[in-house]
């Protein structure tokens, strides 16, 4: 019997699970990772409090706040290119069971980490600059939120297969990918602030969608506004978990056969 | 004296057909090559060249040569990680290019070193992370899991994580990682490689209930007392060809011809007529020690007489062993890398 997909996720979390235990404990989660996030938020809405704009800071929290879990869910470029290192790909590419999918599950830490940093941000820290929740919107926001960590983590796979034989490069895509989103999606300045081919680039990545439902729910938006732009993020995060399985595939796996760069470890 | 199957430990033998379809391994005429793209312009290094290998069902097949001779090229192909560039092999009746997916069920694969493996789990959970890489579920995986631990001795440290162990104790959860899927066919790519004897000679055990359980073994080595003691047929390959596949004992009698005398009290003039004899292929001489290797039977028997002719009583002969077969056909190069 052939390992279903969701079993590879299941049994990658394994490593997950392992990794996130190896790199924090909850104080050096708490107080090194969290209070490094919270601070970024600070940092960005207080610029926002010197600018002569109304909403300006409401603005900027609730971006810098909702792109704290991307800087998490980007880590999925790293720990990826790690199979690489640890000798497990060639393995992995030697059993019946597709990668894709061990990829997948195996560092699902990230956006759970990201969750719980986004949902500080915005739910402890948000009050403080004017970003307050009923309690009816609790439920929508935490939505967004996963939909925002699980969305970005898509687009960090796809971006780990592309670089998992170029792993020097790991952490220069990560860095890009995150600060490019944090610049062009609607983070720091609105999508239209940007060139128009900018604003139609950034409609490919899920947090341009998740922030514009965020931005309605703060606001008190019609229903529509707030669901209308989940749609497009689920689209847009499948399209690109579908894209990295398809080049890890036959853009990675097959062309590594052929060319014998999977190497058997020593 | 060519012979199929594990003959030398009483496990099954070719059938009279000749067994082509029932052959675990068939490999035909395989090669591969590679684009160099070290200096100046691309050139291709040949890796593997015309293989030609069957390995019957229950055999453990030692396939030997120094480094650099194509060996794990051989393996990568035949777990489906390479490609052939020219050629075909099978596993199990399963083309490892067209059917790779169903090859990869089939086969284990264990290679040396103490990579491979996630140092953040325990070892029970890097048999259970594997173990579901092959679909085995909960309970099974399980089971497996803490049979295998019991089996390569590692039952007592399950729960510690893998970045804490000795090189030894990787490479023998790396055993357990590759039976993890129950594979009929297992590919041993120097896996003795970073354990220490005693963990060695364990090894071997392990091979000799491989082989009781019916699976196929393809072992590669250079360490001929490994060949020896665990294979039932050898390989020999150098620069990416097969050389020769014997049976392990039939080697040691093929090269009998290479018989080596051994002499003390022997002159220079003494060695350099010694030498001079038909049939007389190496001398050493060192001191009043003289060693000289003869190809055929005959030969030894004129050293022998020259050497009693003279005086020379302190003479003795010595049969070759694996070691000394693998010197004969890939030359004196031993382990340099090419």
Same mark, same amino acid.
């Given at each position: ?16 699970? $392992? ?17 490094? &996030? ?11 409090? &010197? ?48 990668? &894709? ?14 969750? $719980? ?125 579908? $894209? ?23 | ?13 070719? #059938? ?18 590679? *684009?160099?793209?070290?200096? =100046? ?12 290998? %069957?390995?019957?069902?229950?055999? *453990?097949?030692?396939?030997?040569? #120094? ?22 092999? %099978?596993?199990?009746?399963?083309? *490892? ?5 169903? *090859? ?23 048999? /259970?992370? /594997? ?12 089971? =497996? ?21 000795? =090189? ?22 120097? #896996? ?64 009998? =011809? ?38 055929? #039977? ?33 030359? %004196? ?6």
């Amino acid at each position: 019997m052939y390992p279903s997909p969701f079993h590879l996720v299941r049994y990658g979390v394994l490593n997950a699970v $392992a990794d996130f235990k190896a790199t924090y404990t909850w104080r050096s989660w708490s107080f090194g990772w969290l209070g490094r &996030m919270l601070a970024q938020v600070l940092f960005f809405t207080g610029l926002g409090g &010197m600018l002569d704009h109304p909403g300006a800071v409401r603005y900027l929290a609730l971006g810098n706040a909702l792109m704290t879990c991307v800087v998490d869910t980007m880590a999925v470029v790293a720990t990826t290119s790690g199979e690489r290192r640890a000798g497990t790909l060639s393995l992995l590419v030697a059993s019946p069971a597709d990668p &894709m999918w061990v990829f997948a599950g195996r560092s699902l830490h990230w956006p759970v980490s990201g969750f $719980a940093t986004a949902s500080v941000a915005l739910f402890g820290l948000g009050p403080f600059f004017g970003v307050t929740w009923a309690a009816a919107q609790v439920p929508l926001v935490l939505l967004l939120i996963a939909l925002t960590a699980l969305g970005t983590y898509c687009v960090g796979l796809f971006l780990a297969v592309l670089v998992i034989n170029v792993p020097r490069l790991r952490n220069v895509v990560s860095n890009c990918a995150y600060l490019a989103m944090m610049g062009f999606c609607g983070v720091q300045v609105p999508v239209d602030f940007w060139p128009r081919a900018v604003g139609a680039v950034v409609q490919a990545v899920p947090l341009t969608h998740t922030l514009r439902a965020l931005r309605a729910v703060s606001d008190n938006r019609p229903a529509a506004e707030v669901f209308g732009p989940v749609v497009p993020a689920v689209l847009t995060a499948g399209c690109w978990l579908l $894209a990295a399985v398809v080049i890890f595939r036959w853009l990675v796996a097959v062309p590594a056969r052929g060319a014998g760069t999977l190497d058997l470890s020593y | 004296m060519e012979k199929y199957g594990p003959t030398r430990r009483g496990a099954t033998k070719r #059938p009279a057909d000749g067994g082509a379809r029932a052959d675990a391994i068939v490999v035909e005429d395989l090669g591969r090559t590679f *684009v160099d793209r070290r200096g =100046r312009g691309a050139g291709e290094v040949t890796a593997l060249s015309g293989i030609s290998l %069957r390995v019957a069902p229950g055999e *453990v097949h030692g396939l030997l040569g #120094p480094n650099g001779a194509g060996k794990t090229t051989l393996c990568k192909i035949l777990t489906t990680t390479l490609e052939p560039t020219t050629g075909s092999a %099978r596993v199990l009746g399963l083309d *490892v290019t067209r059917q790779s997916r169903a *090859v990869r069920r089939s086969i284990g694969l264990v290679f040396g070193g103490d990579r491979g493996l996630y140092g953040r789990l325990s070892a029970r959970e890097n048999l /259970w992370f /594997w173990g579901a890489m092959y679909g085995l579920r909960r309970s099974e995986l399980r089971a =497996r899991a803490e049979l295998l631990l019991e089996r390569v001795g590692l039952a007592d440290r399950a729960d510690a994580r893998v970045d804490t162990f000795s =090189r030894g104790m990787k490479q023998r959860l790396h055993l357990a990682r590759g039976l993890v899927g129950d594979p009929r066919v297992v590919i041993l790519d120097e #896996p003795t490689m970073g354990m220490d004897p005693v963990a060695a000679l364990d090894f071997r055990a392990l091979v000799a209930e491989l082989r009781e359980e019916g699976r196929t073994v393809l072992l590669t080595t250079h360490d001929m007392a490994e060949a020896a003691a665990v294979c039932d047929r050898v390989s020999l390959i150098d620069r990416g060809r097969l050389l020769m596949t014997e049976d392990t004992d039939a080697v040691g009698r093929l090269l009998s =011809r290479y018989e080596r005398v051994v002499a003390h009290g022997v002159s220079a003039g003494l060695a350099d007529r010694v030498g001079a004899l038909a049939g007389v292929v190496a001398v050493r001489h060192e001191a009043d020690r003289l060693e000289a290797e003869t190809e055929l #039977p005959s030969a030894t028997a004129s050293v022998l007489a020259v050497l009693a002719g003279e005086g020379v009583h302190r003479v003795s002969t010595a049969r070759p062993d694996l070691a000394e077969v693998y010197l004969h056909l890939v030359g %004196r190069r031993g382990m340099a890398v090419t």
